[in-house]
């Protein structure tokens, strides 16, 4: 607790710090001038109001402020006495205050950043409330240093916090869903959360947890991110030139960050849905908090010690043991009378409902020298059905579809500043998977077990260079039980009959070593200008997949708020495990990889503004590919690719009312036929993107936000007619071409468009609050065209459109 | 699949199993059976005659119950060194009534199986794709039988065609085995002149009982570097003669309540009659919705009222098909 009991000048200085420590000078305490105030006795701890014995015609009011519909205490809060505002004090961090008033005070004003001022009654030093002092949200948010806004550290580098991801009207809170309102971040498909990032495939992108690799990202596919987004802090996107600190992506790197902070109190959350519930937990536990005997605090809610440079102190460690943990799980099945009466059981019938469940337990702490953090993640999905397919032989003439997909992984990331500017981070990783699927009768039941060592060390030799240099060394071992026909090359196509196909059954079992290493250099020849060489290496599951990377960025700092930037490199990653198999694929594959080129601006326009300029290419070399030299082998480094485009972003933080932003993306993305020769469309390719995400506070407790999307259609193929294959009894498309696939992309489906809306209303407790959230998709009701069907002999062809206005709502209680 | 963990298996198999959820709400809609242009759900290779004229093929059970319509047995896969004369090739198309069907013969592509693939498909042509077109196989049209099938008032014809081909001989060279051949066909209505297009990949194989050609077949192998035994194990296993599968009844049931709602339900002497095929099916009707056209035994609702009919194709995945039709006159 910050006293304002001293002479004017101290007053003075305290307030400014107390402000500037806020981040403004807009300040909560604006008409208070300073003056010679009453003085007020040393602090102490007091949980309620009180009064201590009056002396000389004053009272001491001790007590606490606190935020409404929380126990979250609200720190440098400033206690003001009414009738003299040059009395007044602040809050300490547990949110106590300590205030001396005469004993005729009448009224006390409490004012708290992001929160209404509050007036309350004093009666003979006694609050007119018992209890914590309680402030409303404001819905003016003067963000004076509450949202840390995260240095960009990649030229290329997009983040959106979780405020601001739990609210984007459309996703449903989650956090790579969120991810497609940024430019050229497309959904595979609409409604699913799966991305494709400047005209690369999904698959090309690489997901993390914080340093945590996760063996798949999506729920069933697409359904949703297997870690909530209330688990970040939020997620940050490199959609091209990263530096040489990531690697095995030639698509985009996306990192879903979590918190490093140690909670201060216990508090929770529940979310109830439509479809699914979860529950979240944070606190602290051990240790004792570091304002507990008012010991400096070393580490404490510390980030990395990047490029080591901070040094070594002997100031007390908060030794406190931060957790986090929350649980998801559909529940579809209970809709399953409802389902059923809209589903024709003779050609789709459900045995397990699709279930998507996960659960994340975090740990987070400091030692003598850094940060660490632990970490368990899971997710599980369920779905199986049978369905007409016309290649069943089943007397019900369906065919069957199973999975049953999990994973855990555990980890740690321990970060140490060694001293002398050295800093090493250390993050090691298990990781379980059980891949289990049936389809048309064939089963492939995967068991991996993951073991990796990622290992950085860092230097700073001056203010002027600092270099990282690591590697992430990992091993894996594979069961795999086969009991399945073999896919022919490049997966089932129409041509393919699972039924004719040669049939295995065996076990495999296999061990591999892979690994990458790299060598990254941050260097500032002159103050506007910061130059960024690496190198990255990445060997694959086989020997000769072996590549180093080059990298290169800079970024010159044209003012304090305009920064030019430009990045260059190499970026290899490794094929899909079924192309370089031994077993099943050609093991001669090579690493596919891509050179990326970067180059734009970022701004900062006011305290609020934020835009940002980029164009890029991106040449993609020996993509994999249906083998054209040699069609035994199956697979061959054969395609070529390339996208180019342009990306503007122009952002407002959440300061006043609203925030929002407007993204557009350009881009032209293109892969070369091996066969032909000839450039065509990317299955993905989507030359316009534009979304409009605003959100405006009516009142401290009501918010309402919209999404605005638009983006160019999907290149589809025109089907002309079909032919009927006498060994299968199915049409197959006419014009396919010899290999059985239909690549042209010689159409593009219409535009597509689409508004969502959202309004989320906080219902305050005292220590608790209820959210009730109303999302509507596609609030126009605009039939979008997402793809053509055609009739089962290709005879004709009608659009499939997307989801109507579907109204979702949710309760979500939080303490 | 032994590779270190696809990081994008998990997702193949998610998005397998939900594109198959969303395919399946239309992909195998209700439109296919529904009888509205010509169609050719059957083609066969057959061989006329007795017995005595297929020297080496083996009198199996059900052949003979196709006496009645003069052929001997269904020949699949076709086998080398058999008297091409005695082979005939039968297409039998449906149309509404009224629209008489011709068949039109196209190109014959021949494919050679790729011996050197670990992942020979032998009744697949997806791993058989190369070819040369050949232009001068001949098919001479042997007959053309044109009957309404059923009763008054029942929109449906059916037209069997029988072409023989002279010059099959030239592909049925011991010396030259295992070639697949595919061949184009498109059926023209003579009512507004819609076609329906197909094609009939076949595979010629030596009698497994040929060692000589087996033989040329092992050194043709040996030539393409390949030492997989399991492979020509394979191709031996796929040329196994097919015994096809035998229809014999096709059942509409009138339904209690309204007298439109049908069970539609396909009799086969034993689904598997060789102990190594499945079979699958696929109902035409001349009306109405059924509920699935691949059950065998299946929902149909008749709409409106009169004589309607249903059509069955049996295919034994291993070029053995059979058909059959039914009537019934729906009552309000």
């Not at chain 1, 180019?644 to 993204?663: H, P």
Request: with cysteine.
């Amino acid at each position: 607790m910050k006293v304002n009991s001293t002479p004017r000048a101290q007053v003075s200085s305290l307030l400014a710090a107390a402000v500037a420590c806020l981040g403004s000078a807009r300040a909560l305490a604006q008409d208070i001038a300073p003056t010679e105030a009453p003085a007020t006795a040393a602090p102490a701890p007091a949980p309620a109001p009180a009064v201590t014995a009056p002396a000389n015609e004053t009272v001491v009011l001790r007590g606490e402020v606190k935020a409404k519909g929380s126990t979250t205490p609200l720190k440098d809060a400033v206690v003001i006495q009414s009738d003299n505002r040059d009395n007044n004090v602040t809050t300490d961090a547990a949110g106590r205050f300590e205030i001396t008033l005469p004993k005729g005070a009448t009224k006390l004003l409490f004012r708290a950043e992001g929160y209404d001022e509050l007036e309350m009654s004093v009666s003979d030093g006694v609050l007119a409330e018992s209890g914590p002092v309680a402030l409303e949200p404001a819905a003016e948010v003067l963000r004076l240093g509450v949202i840390r806004a995260r240095r960009k550290v990649e030229v290329s580098q997009q983040s959106l916090q979780r405020d601001e991801l739990e609210r984007i009207p459309g996703s449903g809170g989650d956090a790579v869903r969120g991810l497609q309102t940024l430019p050229s971040v497309i959904a595979t498909n609409p409604g699913s959360a799966q991305i494709t990032v400047r005209g690369s495939a999904p698959g090309d992108n690489r997901f993390f947890v914080d340093r945590l690799e996760v063996p798949f990202v999506f729920h069933l596919g697409g359904l949703g991110t297997v870690v909530p987004t209330r688990m970040l802090e939020g997620v940050d996107l490199f959609p091209g030139g990263w530096s040489s600190l990531y690697n095995d992506a030639t698509g985009g790197i996306i990192q879903l960050r979590t918190e490093n902070r140690i909670p201060e109190r216990f508090s929770g959350q529940v979310e109830l849905g439509l479809a699914q519930s979860s529950v979240y937990l944070e606190g602290n536990m051990f240790g004792t908090p570091p304002s507990a005997d008012g010991g400096a605090v070393a580490s404490s809610n510390a980030s990395a010690p990047a490029q080591g440079d901070a040094e070594k102190s002997t100031a007390r460690v908060d030794d406190r043991i931060g957790y986090r943990a929350g649980f998801r799980r559909t529940y579809l099945e209970v809709y399953t009378p409802i389902i059923k009466k809209f589903v024709d059981e003779e050609r789709l019938s459900f045995t397990t409902f699709p279930q998507a469940t996960d659960y994340q337990f975090v740990l987070n702490g400091n030692h003598a020298s850094g940060t660490w953090q632990a970490y368990l993640l899971g997710a599980a999905d369920r779905l199986s059905l049978a369905a007409t397919t016309g290649l069943s032989s089943s007397e019900d003439g369906k065919s069957k579809f199973g999975l049953f997909n999990y994973f855990e992984t555990a980890g740690a990331r321990w970060q140490s500043n060694l001293g002398n500017g050295w800093g090493l981070t250390l993050a090691p990783q298990q990781r379980y998977l059980i891949i289990d699927q049936e389809f048309f009768g064939n089963t492939v039941d995967v068991r991996s077990n993951k073991f990796a060592l990622e290992a950085a060390l860092d230097k700073r030799f001056s203010s002027q260079v600092s270099a990282t240099v690591g590697v992430r060394p990992e091993y894996e071992r594979v069961t795999t039980d086969v009991d399945a026909i073999q896919f022919p090359a490049g997966g089932p196509n129409p041509f393919w009959d699972p039924d004719t196909a040669p049939r295995s059954k065996e076990r495999r079992v296999r061990d591999t070593v892979s690994g990458a290493a790299y060598f990254d250099v941050l260097y500032r020849p002159v103050q506007p200008l910061t130059l960024n060489p690496g190198v990255s290496a990445l060997r694959g599951n086989w020997a000769h997949q072996l590549e180093v990377d080059p990298r290169f960025s800079a970024r010159y700092a044209l003012s304090q708020n305009h920064a030019l930037k430009a990045g260059w490199g190499y970026y290899s990653q490794r094929p899909e495990a079924v192309y370089d198999s031994k077993d099943y694929g050609n093991p001669d594959l090579k690493l596919e990889r891509a050179i990326h080129y970067v180059g734009g601006i970022e701004s900062k326009l006011g305290s609020s503004w934020e835009t940002d300029f980029q164009v890029y290419y991106k040449n993609m070399l020996n993509f994999v590919g249906n083998a054209t030299k040699e069609p035994e082998k199956k697979y061959e480094n054969n395609v070529k690719g390339r996208s180019k485009g342009f990306e503007a972003l122009i952002k407002k933080q959440r300061t006043g009312r609203w925030t929002g932003w407007v993204s557009y993306g350009y881009s032209k993305a293109e892969r070369r036929d091996p066969k032909s020769g000839t450039w065509r469309p990317f299955d993905f390719d989507k030359p316009h993107s534009l979304n409009v995400v605003s959100a405006y506070k009516i009142t401290g407790q009501w918010e309402v936000s919209s999404k605005w999307q638009y983006q160019s259609g999907s290149p589809t193929t025109i089907i002309r007619g079909g032919r009927f294959n006498q060994a299968t009894g199915r049409y197959v498309p006419a014009n396919i071409t010899g290999d059985g696939t239909l690549e042209a992309n010689d159409d593009r489906l219409p535009a597509y468009f689409q508004w969502d809306a959202r309004t989320d209303y906080d219902i305050l407790y005292d220590t608790w609050k209820l959210r009730l959230y109303l999302e509507v998709l596609n609030v126009t009701n605009r039939a979008n065209v997402v793809g053509r069907r055609n009739s089962p002999d290709f005879s004709e062809t009608q659009d499939v459109t997307g989801a109507p206005t579907i109204p979702t709502f949710g309760v979500i209680a939080s303490f | 699949m032994t590779t270190p963990l696809p990081r994008r298996l998990a997702f193949l198999g998610a998005f397998l199993g939900v594109s198959s959820l969303l395919a399946t709400c239309g992909e195998e809609g209700s439109q296919l059976h529904e009888l509205e242009g010509v169609r050719v759900p059957v083609a066969q290779f057959f061989l006329e005659g007795t017995p005595a004229d297929v020297a080496k093929a083996t009198k199996k059970a059900g052949c003979e119950t196709w006496a009645d319509k003069k052929i001997y047995c269904q020949q699949y896969p076709v086998y080398t060194g058999i008297d091409a004369r005695k082979f005939k090739l039968r297409f039998v198309s449906i149309s509404p009534e009224g629209e008489v069907a011709t068949v039109a013969m196209g190109a014959l592509k021949r494919f050679q199986v790729r011996l050197g693939s670990t992942n020979v498909q032998v009744n697949d042509v997806s791993t058989v794709l190369e070819g040369a077109e050949r232009k001068a196989w001949g098919f001479t049209k042997d007959a053309s039988n044109s009957r309404v099938l059923s009763t008054k008032g029942l929109r449906v014809e059916e037209t069997v065609f029988d072409f023989r081909v002279p010059g099959l001989g030239e592909l049925l060279d011991t010396k030259n085995p295992s070639p697949v051949l595919a061949l184009d066909y498109a059926a023209t209505s003579s009512k507004g002149g819609r076609t329906d297009e197909g094609f009939l990949t076949f595979f010629v194989y030596p009698d497994p009982a040929d060692t000589a050609a087996w033989k040329t077949l092992t050194d043709l192998a040996a030539k393409q570097g390949i030492a997989d035994d399991a492979a020509l194990a394979r191709l031996k296993a796929a040329a196994k003669r097919n015994t096809p599968p035998d229809l014999t009844g096709v059942s509409p049931k009138v339904g209690a309540a309204t007298g439109k709602k049908l069970d539609l339900e396909a009799t086969l002497v034993g689904s598997d009659p060789d102990a190594d095929a499945k079979t699958r099916l696929q109902w035409f009707t001349t009306r109405g919705k059924l509920g699935n056209e691949r059950a065998r035994k299946t929902s149909w609702d008749a709409e409106g009222s009169g004589p309607a009919g249903a059509f069955v194709v049996v295919r034994d995945l291993q070029g053995g098909q059979d058909y059959g039709f039914t009537t019934v006159d729906v009552k309000e």
